[in-house]
Every structure is written in structure tokens, then in C-alpha cells.
């Protein structure tokens, strides 16, 4: 009653507490935060491996195919997707809801640490990793150069910038987008060939054998473009050894 007897008394004062308090709530709901996405962790492990050098060719028949079938095995998976470009491996592995996420990951790398064998030699360790909604690119840097192209400023790049971005806090990974290596194009003299019995996939599988990683080029000539190159910087994520 002291309450109800205060706001008749003093109307201004009960007019002015509830404009506070109504202020107080806008403020407050403006500030919630909101996510695209629930916050729940959600059952996905990613497998990425390495092979500096090698095509996508070789990187899809000697380790994604090698992964997959060890993978596909294990028990809860929903999909499995896969992508094999010039020296990288990635699969992603999403396993039913109700699958607890780190015994998925312990599965996944209990297969990938079996499959090691089966894998060429210099192929670095695959990278098994959980996954999460928010793992998308949190920032992209651009350089640009009047001076150098785009293979000096990816080299650059490599060199100086990217481990630098990578020790942060709170950074999972960094990638490089537009990236330009440095290659070796190899002219083959048919009349030598064909006088030796040797064929260019004879060529090939000795150059794979002897780790003188090779990339298929076209026969018209390499322009060089606008010398750009873009880094991708991506939340942190756990990665777990193999």
C-alpha cells in the first residue's frame, strides 16, 4: 500500500521511475545478443591434410579416397563431403545429432592415425578437428603491390604475415586466397621418347615416384593478373593430434 500511496501522492515521481524503467528495458533489449545460428555444438569433424605439390589428381586417388574409406566406417555418420585441390586433402565428416562430438572426433582420429601407413611419406600429418557454426572467416586482408606480383606477394605473404596472424588470440587458422607458387614446366622431346619406348605417363609416375611434385599446364601461354592477394582469418577451433 505504501507503494500505491507514494505514486498518488507524488504522480511526477511514479511517471519518472517508469520512464526509467522503460528506458532500462530498451536499452537492455537492444543489447541481447543475437546469433544467426543456435549456440550448440554441432557433431561435425573435419580431416585436413597436406601434400605440398602434388595435383589434385594425385591428392583425390592417394589420400581423400585412402580417408574416406577408412572414415566411412564409423558408427553415426550422416555425410561425409570431400574436396582434393593441388596439395590439399579436406573432409568433413557430420555425424548424426545425438552423437557425442568428442567421441566422434576420438573415432575419426583413431581411423585417420590407422590409415598413416597408407599414405605417401611426404605427406604431412592430417589435421583432425571439431568443427563449429562460427567457424567462418572473421576477417580478410587484401594486399596489393605496384612492385611485386602475385607470386612475390604470395611468397610474401607466407613468409611475414601468416604465421604473425596465426600466434593471436582466439585465431583457429590462416589461409591464403589467390595464392600463386612458384612451378617447374617440363617440355617433353616426343622423337627421344619414342625412340626410348617411354610414354609422358611413364614420365609422370617417375616423377611422382622420385617426390618431383608436378602440376598439369596447359599448353597456351600463363598470363600473369592483378597482382592481389586476400588472407582469411578463422576463429579458433580445437585441433586434435593424430
Not at 602434388?54 to 581423400?64: L, P
Not at 599414405?119 to 572473421?138: G, H
Request: charged residues 25%; neutral net charge.
Amino acid at each position: 500500500m505504501k507503494i500505491t500511496d507514494t505514486a498518488v501522492k507524488r504522480p511526477v515521481f511514479a511517471i519518472v521511475v517508469n520512464l526509467l524503467l522503460l528506458t532500462f528495458g530498451i536499452v537492455a533489449f537492444t543489447m541481447l545478443p543475437l546469433r544467426e545460428y543456435p549456440d550448440i555444438e554441432t557433431p561435425i569433424v573435419s580431416v585436413s591434410t597436406n601434400y605440398t605439390g602434388a595435383s589434385s589428381e594425385v591428392v583425390e586417388a592417394k589420400i581423400t579416397q585412402v580417408l574416406e574409406n577408412r572414415i566411412s566406417g564409423i558408427e553415426g555418420i550422416k555425410s561425409i563431403n570431400s574436396s582434393s585441390r593441388n596439395g590439399r586433402s579436406n573432409i568433413t565428416i557430420e555425424f548424426n545429432i545425438d552423437r557425442d562430438i568428442d567421441a566422434a572426433a576420438n573415432d575419426v582420429r583413431e581411423r585417420v592415425s590407422r590409415a598413416l601407413d597408407s599414405l605417401p611419406e611426404q605427406v604431412r600429418p592430417p589435421e583432425v578437428s571439431k568443427s563449429n557454426s562460427d567457424e567462418s572467416p572473421i576477417a580478410w586482408f587484401v594486399l596489393n603491390s605496384e612492385t611485386m606480383n602475385t607470386l612475390q606477394l604470395s611468397d610474401y605473404a607466407q613468409r611475414f604475415i601468416v604465421d604473425r596472424i596465426a600466434v593471436v588470440d582466439g585465431v583457429s587458422n590462416v589461409r591464403i586466397g589467390g595464392e600463386r607458387q612458384y612451378a617447374m614446366k617440363i617440355w617433353l622431346d616426343r622423337r627421344a621418347m619414342a625412340a626410348r619406348g617411354i610414354t609422358s605417363s611413364d614420365i609422370e609416375q617417375c616423377l611422382e615416384v622420385k617426390m618431383w611434385s608436378y602440376q598439369r599446364v596447359k599448353s597456351n601461354h600463363w598470363t600473369e593478373t592483378s597482382p592481389f592477394v586476400s588472407l582469411a582469418a578463422t576463429k579458433h577451433s580445437k585441433i586434435l593430434p593424430t
